[in-house]
């Protein structure tokens, strides 16, 4: 008699080929029309499903996990960050948490070079121009923008992501600076020229582009906070495409606004999917939603990643890529 295929709830549309996999492997429960679940589905979920695969915007927080049944005992998040996720409240109550990192390393620092790109060479306000018939052929000084080459770069958090970036932007020729809680490996260092800085607010207020690329945690909570934002150069970008709640973001907004920064490219938001209603209005920011990672490539390796977890499980082996509370 083969064995018991766990119950596994799926809360968003996943790639079909990821889908379809799942549902050979396991007792699996699809959220065909993709509407996001209540915390009342949640919590019903999580009291009759054995796996729970949720999404990034999925808020299992402690009052929801402190509701699950018995059986739970693996959630597999899909996604890399798990702020969404009290895994401390899930470890208690004897669950796994898993997440799928790595996958998405190319493909976020993709999107992080286009706005480094787009923000500064005004490629946004150019299409929008063309739109709206305002072309009337080349002209010396219509849509000046600024060159890369030569402009330092600091980079906020020098993991996967933060790397990749840098390596990209040493080709554009940017001069690579970083902030970590502590130094990279002295080769990687020496291959990107990149410079250590152990103070953050030193390195902001000699950079020409921010790039945010650590994770969202407690203690990076605006971390670039009204106090530190006021440090960088008028003449600065920011890029997020971390988390929305790492940047102040009314501040962000208000110094956009009032010329106390250059522009900025956002893919991230504080209170996603809302948006700040200031920075729409502005002309000197790239809004994009929340795409980084948008490419069926990653999409299906993360659902690869999901699946391993799960299969590992049911065979009764520690699943790979656990997330440990000491980690955060």
């Known amino acids: 008699m083969p064995p018991k295929k766990p119950l596994?709830?799926?809360?968003?549309?996943?790639?079909?080929?990821?889908?379809?996999?799942?549902?050979?492997?396991?007792?699996?429960?699809?959220?065909?029309d993709d509407t996001p679940m209540t915390q009342e589905q949640l919590i019903e979920a999580m009291q009759t499903c054995e796996v729970l695969v949720p999404t990034v915007t999925d808020r299992l927080d402690a009052k929801p996990l402190a509701a699950a049944g018995p059986q739970l005992k693996l959630i597999a998040n899909y996604g890399n960050g798990v702020d969404n996720i009290d895994v401390r409240a899930a470890t208690d109550r004897?669950?796994?948490?898993?997440?799928?990192?790595?996958?998405?390393?190319?493909?976020?620092?993709?999107?992080?070079?286009?706005?480094?790109?787009?923000?500064?060479r005004r490629l946004v306000e150019g299409v929008k121009a063309l739109e709206a018939g305002q072309f009337k052929g080349w002209a010396p000084t219509w849509m000046l923008g600024h060159r890369l080459h030569g402009k330092r770069l600091g980079i906020v958090g020098m993991g996967r992501i933060g790397q990749a970036v840098a390596r990209r932007a040493a080709a554009f020729g940017l001069q690579i600076h970083y902030h970590n809680r502590k130094?990279?490996?002295?080769?990687?260092?020496?291959?990107?020229?990149a410079t250590y800085w152990e103070s953050l607010d030193q390195m902001l207020a000699r950079m020409d582009i921010i790039s945010i690329n650590c994770p969202r945690t407690p203690a990076t909570y605006h971390l670039l906070s009204?106090?530190?934002?006021?440090?960088?150069?008028?003449?600065?970008?920011?890029?997020n495409t971390a988390r929305g709640e790492i940047i102040d973001e009314d501040t962000l907004a208000d110094m956009l606004e009032e010329g106390h920064l250059a522009g900025a490219g956002l893919?991230?938001?504080?209170?996603?999917?809302?948006?700040?209603?200031?920075?729409?209005?502005?002309?000197?920011?790239?809004?994009?939603?929340?795409?980084?990672?948008?490419?069926?490539?990653?999409?299906?390796?993360?659902?690869?990643?999901?699946?391993v977890g799960i299969k590992s499980y049911a065979d009764?082996?520690?699943?790979?890529?656990?997330?440990?509370p000491a980690m955060l």
């Open 267 to 307: 893919d991230v938001y504080e209170h996603e999917p809302k948006i700040n209603p200031k920075l729409t209005k502005l002309t000197n920011v790239i809004l994009l939603p929340h795409m980084s990672s948008a490419t069926l490539e990653g999409r299906i390796e993360m659902g690869d990643k999901v699946i």
């Open 183 to 193: 130094p990279v490996p002295a080769e990687i260092e020496g291959e990107l020229e």
């Open 94 to 120: 004897g669950i796994i948490v898993t997440n799928t990192p790595g996958v998405l390393t190319d493909d976020t620092a993709d999107m992080t070079i286009a706005l480094m790109l787009a923000v500064p």
């Open 8 to 32: 596994v709830i799926v809360t968003r549309k996943l790639p079909d080929a990821i889908e379809t996999r799942m549902r050979e492997l396991f007792d699996t429960r699809l959220n065909l």
């Open 316 to 324: 009764g082996h520690k699943p790979p890529d656990r997330v440990i």
């Open 226 to 239: 009204r106090r530190r934002l006021r440090l960088l150069k008028p003449s600065a970008i920011v890029i």
